[in-house]
């Protein structure tokens, strides 16, 4: 006979954590399971901020997102903001440290001291945790769900999907959840893709030749249309199948959404961020080397790289540089189009963007429009922020929302609600 339980929780992420430590804390007496197909628990966490967990940020607002629409995005971060999540996690006697600009990391410097944090919390609160427990089908039971896969079977009154996107599968989101909300009358939006993700550029690129070489920079994707092209600045680092880098990582869900719209993008990259004027006076004083000149602001190997894509010899003389080539230097400096052919796949991905529209939930407790009892949070849903510990807020603040939601709806047996 399957086990009943007032709550599944379908998927152990980051966001399914917080919502069932969400919802026990909201209704004491809840009969509630948190599921997850992952042999491991807490994969995503573990690996997050070069295994630091970088698990949020100081300032934090609908700006910092995109997929649904922002005042949407805005509510739900509003009902369980920044502030919120640091006294949470303190409760669960987890400190934290702030480092430049605003990212928050555990004062351990481990991210295991995060998902430790978490699963004391449930213990403490009495909720259950089983893995690996793998979802394949999520039907109505009456008024409730019925949850079955080849681990076994649920019965719940209601249910949260946390399941994750499609971003590192080997950490259990693989999509499965798309599949367990369409059963139940959920359309997601046209385009599911990578977000912060490497992108792969051509095999003849020069940039490829020089993996390890990383410089300040702006990026700008090309070819939208009408409105001001995307763009992000940061670090942008040279590797052996193309680039990468927060300025990379952040621009990349532009790229690959216009590519998925059935369009066009071209990826500019701007290594002079003190601007092309600056460089152009540089280059008119007449004096020192073409080189000498580039190497002031950037590392030798990416300047030699840049003078070969402008065909200007590096040793060249300033006093020698006629227009034709100080254009040509200019435009590769401060305007090259890159060469992208693809990305690092879902496997290098750090969020997904696309998923259930947030237009298809109620957003005071995220529970489903279209399927009473259901709830979402988490990366199932059509917002992605940027890098950062913006899709961690994200998680927080979205579970916290859909788990106290959840168990306000549902009476503790022996309890008249």
């Not at 994707?221 to 052996?240: D, E, F, M, Q, S």
């Not at 298809?360 to 995220?366: A, C, F, G, N, S």
């Not at 990366?379 to 168990?407: H, K, M, P, T, Y």
Request: some cysteine.
């Amino acid at each position: 006979m399957p086990q009943e339980v007032d709550l599944a929780v379908v998927g152990a992420s980051a966001a399914g954590l917080w919502a069932a430590l969400a919802a026990a804390r909201t209704e004491a007496g809840l009969r509630i399971v948190a599921v997850d197909g992952a042999r491991h628990l807490g994969a995503k966490i573990l690996v997050s901020g070069g295994g630091r967990c970088n698990l949020g940020h100081r300032q934090v607002s609908e700006r910092d997102y995109h997929g649904s629409t922002p005042p949407a995005i805005r509510r739900v971060l509003r009902r369980f903001p920044v502030s919120a999540t640091l006294d949470r996690f303190r409760e669960l006697g987890l400190e934290w440290r702030e480092e430049p600009p605003g990212r928050l990391y555990p004062s351990t410097g481990r991210a295991r001291s995060v998902l430790e944090a978490l699963l004391d919390g449930l213990r403490s609160h009495g909720v259950e945790l089983r893995h690996p427990f793998r979802v394949e089908s999520l039907e109505r039971n009456g008024p409730g769900f019925r949850l079955a896969g080849p681990h076994g079977m649920l019965t719940a009154r209601r249910v949260i999907l946390a399941t994750g996107g499609r971003a590192l599968p080997k950490s259990g989101s693989d999509g499965r959840g798309y599949a367990l909300a369409r059963a139940l009358g959920h359309e997601t939006t046209a385009a599911i893709h990578p977000a912060l993700v490497p992108l792969r550029l051509e095999e003849g690129c020069r940039l490829r030749t020089i993996p390890g070489t990383a410089a300040e920079a702006r990026v700008r994707v090309l070819g939208a249309g009408r409105g001001k092209p995307p763009r992000a600045r940061g670090a942008v680092l040279c590797t052996h199948f193309g680039v990468s880098g927060p300025a990379v990582l952040d621009i990349s869900r532009h790229y690959l959404a216009l590519k998925a719209a059935g369009g066009a993008p071209r990826l500019e990259i701007d290594w002079w961020p003190a601007g092309r004027d600056e460089l152009e006076r540089r280059l008119l004083e007449r004096h020192g080397t073409v080189s000498a000149t580039l190497r002031e602001r950037l590392p030798t190997r990416l300047a030699q790289v840049l003078a070969a894509d402008a065909a200007v010899e590096p040793g060249l003389p300033l006093h020698r540089l006629d227009r034709s080539a100080r254009r040509r230097l200019l435009a590769a400096v401060t305007g090259g189009i890159v060469p992208v052919t693809g990305h690092r796949g879902w496997h290098k991905a750090e969020t997904t963007a696309g998923g259930i529209p947030l237009a298809q939930l109620r957003l005071e407790t995220l529970e489903s429009r279209c399927c009473p009892g259901l709830h979402l949070c988490g990366e199932i849903c059509d917002v992605d922020g940027r890098l950062g510990g913006f899709n961690f807020q994200w998680a927080w603040s979205s579970g916290a929302v859909a788990g106290a939601g959840a168990a306000r709806s549902l009476c503790p047996p022996g309890r008249e609600c």
